[in-house]
C-alpha cells in the first residue's frame, strides 16, 4: 500500500500520502525541539567529539523515538522518489526537506552526546580522576607513579625513567670525543697515569667513564702510594675482597688524622693487657684471663658479651700470640699455655724460672724470653709439648721476641744492662748467635717491641724512645731509618702496614702516633687520656678503617672510615 500511494498522481488521497504528512510533522517537531536547544557552537562541538549516547542524561533513545525516525526515513525516501511533492513542490525541495530533517535530528543527537561528555569531563578534573592522569608505570623499577594531574604524572614517570638509566648499565656512548672510542685496553693505559683528582673529575663526565675509572687497576698505583691501603710494600694486596677505590678514600682520613674516638671496653682494676686481631673477632688479656669478643658489623663497636674465655694462668697473662686455630700465652707465673681456639683444650707447662714476658710462635715452634735472662725453643706438637729444644743464656731480661718469616732465625730485644747490643739474631735450629745490630745503644735502651716486616727488614722500638727501621741486606751496624718520639717518651709498642704508615705507642697520656714512614716528623698524634688517668699504650693493632689502644682501664678505638 505504502508504495502504491508512493506512484499515485498528486492530490490523490491514498495512503502514501497520509503517511507522508505524519512523518514531515514527527520530524518538523524534532527539529524545532533540536534548534531550542542548540547553542552558538555546541552543536559542532557535539558533532567533533561523537558517541553512541543520546540525551543530556547520556541515556539511549526510547523504542518510540526510534520507530518515528525509522518512518520518516522511509517515508523521506518514498517522497523523493514522486516527481511532485505535497503542496507542488518539486523532487529537489523534498529532498532539500528530508536532508534539513536528517541534519536536525543527528545534530540533536550528538549536541547532546558532546554535553554528557563535557560534563564527564568536568566531573573528572575537580575530583582529580582525569584520563590524561591515568598511572604511569615507572620504566625499571617495577612499581607504578601515580598522578592526579597530567602534568604531575609526566613529572614523575620523567624522573622515574632517569633514575632506572641511573641504575642500568652504562654503556660506552656512541658518539663523543675520539678518547671514548679507543679500546679499553689502551682507554686504561692512558687513565693509569691520572691522579686520584683527575680520575675523580673524569668521573663526573658520563655514566660510562664513572664506570669505567672504577675499575681497580687504576686506582691500585695509588693505593700502593697510599697509607694504610691494604698493600705491602712488595704489592701484595692483603684485603682483595675490598675495592681497591674505597680503600683509597678511606686511606685520606688516615693521612688528614681524620677519625671518630670511641671507648669499647672499660675494666675497674689497672691491667696491662695485650691483644690480637684476627677477622671479625678481638682477643683481648684480662689480669690472667683471655677473653675473645666478636665485632658488630660497622667495626668499630664490639658484643658486649663474649665469645669465649681461655684461663689456666695464676697470674696475670703477660703476652700471647694466635698461630695454628691455637692461642699461645705467656704468663707471670712462669708458664706457657695452649688453647685451642674452637675447643676447651688446654694445656700449661712450666716454661721459666720467672715470668714470660714475650713469646711467638711460627711453623710450629714456639720461643719464649723471660725475666730469668733466657729465650727458649719449643714445639706445638702434641706429642711433645713442653719439651725444651734449646735454653739460650741472654745474660739480660728479654723483653720481646720474634721469628723470622723464613722460620730460620729469631730476634730477641733485651734491656740492655750489658755491654752488647740488645737486638741479637739467634739461629732457630741450633741456637747460636748470628749476629747482634746496631752497636750505640746507651745503657738502659731496653727493647720492649721488635717486629719482622720481611725476612730481611725488621722494626724496633723501646726506651731510648726511637723507632728503628733495619735491613739486614744492608748493613747490621747501623739502621736504616729512624724516628724519634717528639716528647722523649718510651716506645711500648709499634704496628706497621706493611708498607708506609706506622703507629706506635707512648708512655704518657695514652698517646697514639701515625707516621708516614716517607718523612722524618710525626704525622698525627692522639692522645686518649687525660693527665689524672695518665696511661701507657700497652698495645695497638689497626685494620685498614679502624685502630685499637689498650690501655690500662679501657680500649679505645678510632674509626677512620666514617670520621
Not at 523523493?80 to 518539486?90: A, F, I, N, W, Y
Not at 536528517?102 to 554535553?115: L, M, P, W
Not at 741486606?473 to 704508615?501: F, I
Request: with cysteine; charged share 25%; net charge positive.
Amino acid at each position: 500500500m505504502g508504495s502504491q500511494g508512493g506512484l499515485g498522481p498528486p492530490g490523490n488521497g491514498g495512503p502514501g500520502e497520509g503517511e507522508s504528512g505524519e512523518t514531515r510533522k514527527l520530524q518538523e517537531g524534532r527539529a524545532a525541539r533540536g534548534k531550542r536547544r542548540k547553542g552558538k557552537g555546541k552543536g559542532k562541538a557535539g558533532a567533533g567529539q561523537g558517541g553512541r549516547g543520546s540525551g543530556a542524561e547520556g541515556k539511549t533513545q526510547p523504542p518510540q523515538a526510534k520507530e518515528a525516525a525509522g518512518l520518516g526515513a522511509e517515508a523521506g525516501e518514498r517522497a523523493g522518489l514522486r516527481k511532485v511533492g505535497e503542496g507542488g513542490g518539486s523532487v529537489e525541495d523534498g529532498a532539500r526537506r528530508i536532508v534539513r530533517g536528517d541534519e536536525g535530528s543527528a545534530g540533536a543527537r550528538k549536541e547532546a552526546k558532546g554535553r554528557y561528555d563535557g560534563k564527564k569531563e568536568e566531573w573528572r578534573v575537580r575530583t582529580g580522576q582525569r584520563e590524561d592522569a591515568r598511572p604511569a608505570r615507572a620504566q625499571g623499577r617495577g612499581c607504578q607513579a601515580w598522578g592526579r594531574l597530567a602534568g604531575t604524572g609526566a613529572a614523575m614517570a620523567a624522573a622515574a625513567e632517569e633514575e632506572a638509566g641511573a641504575r642500568e648499565p652504562a654503556g660506552r656512548p656512541a658518539a663523543g670525543p675520539a678518547l671514548l672510542r679507543l679500546p679499553e685496553e689502551l682507554l686504561l693505559l692512558i687513565c693509569s697515569y691520572l691522579d686520584m683528582q683527575a680520575l675523580g673529575r673524569l668521573a663526573q663526565v658520563c655514566r660510562w667513564l664513572r664506570r669505567f675509572t672504577n675499575c681497580d687497576l687504576l686506582w691500585r698505583r695509588i693505593a700502593r702510594a697510599s697509607l694504610n691501603s691494604g698493600f705491602t710494600r712488595l704489592g701484595t694486596d692483603l684485603m682483595a675482597s675490598v675495592p681497591v677505590k674505597e680503600r683509597v678514600k678511606v686511606s685520606q682520613n688516615w693521612r688528614l688524622g681524620r677519625c671518630r674516638e670511641g671507648i669499647l671496653l672499660k675494666w675497674k682494676c689497672s691491667q696491662m693487657p695485650w691483644m690480637q686481631l684476627e677477622g671479625d673477632s678481638l682477643y683481648i688479656s684480662q689480669a690472667n684471663f683471655i677473653l675473645a669478643y666478636q665485632f658488630r658489623p660497622d667495626g668499630a663497636s664490639l658484643n658486649r658479651r663474649p665469645l669465649g674465655v681461655f684461663a689456666g694462668h695464676d697470674e696475670d697473662v703477660c703476652h700471647f700470640v694466635l698461630a695454628n686455630s691455637h692461642i699461645i700465652s705467656a704468663g707471670g707465673d712462669g708458664k706457657i699455655g695452649i688453647h685451642k681456639i674452637h675447643s676447651t683444650f688446654t694445656v700449661k707447662y712450666s716454661a721459666h724460672e720467672q715470668e714470660v714476658n714475650c713469646v711467638d710462635c711460627k711453623g710450629g715452634i714456639i720461643v719464649s724470653g723471660s725475666r730469668d735472662r733466657t729465650a727458649k725453643v719449643w714445639p706445638l706438637a702434641s706429642g711433645r709439648l713442653g719439651q725444651c729444644l734449646h735454653t739460650i743464656q741472654t745474660e739480660d731480661r728479654v723483653w720481646s721476641i720474634a721469628i723470622s718469616p723464613l722460620h730460620s732465625s729469631f730476634v730477641t730485644g733485651t734491656a740492655c744492662c750489658g755491654h752488647f747490643s740488645p737486638l741479637r739474631i739467634w739461629d732457630l735450629n741450633s741456637g747460636q748467635l748470628m749476629t747482634h745490630l746496631g752497636g750505640d745503644f746507651p745503657p738502659g735502651a731496653g727493647v720492649l717491641d721488635v717486629m719482622y716486616e720481611s725476612p730481611s727488614t725488621l722494626l724496633s722500638c723501646g726506651y731510648d724512645t726511637y723507632v728503628r727501621y733495619w735491613d739486614l741486606r744492608a748493613s747490621v751496624r747501623k739502621c736504616v731509618m729512624e724516628w724519634e718520639e717528639p716528647h722523649d717518651s718510651t716506645l711500648y709498642c709499634l704496628q706497621t702496614d706493611g708498607n708506609h704508615l706506622l703507629a706506635t705507642g707512648s708512655s704518657y697520656y695514652g698517646v697514639v702516633r701515625l707516621w708516614d714512614r716517607r718523612q722524618r716528623a710525626c704525622l698525627h698524634a692522639f692522645p686518649l687520656t687525660s693527665t689524672p688517668l695518665s696511661s701507657p699504650v700497652y698495645c695497638l693493632r689497626f685494620t685498614t678503617r679502624h685502630l685499637y689502644a689498650a690501655l690500662s682501664y679501657n680500649l679505645h678505638g678510632l674509626d677512620f672510615q666514617t670520621p
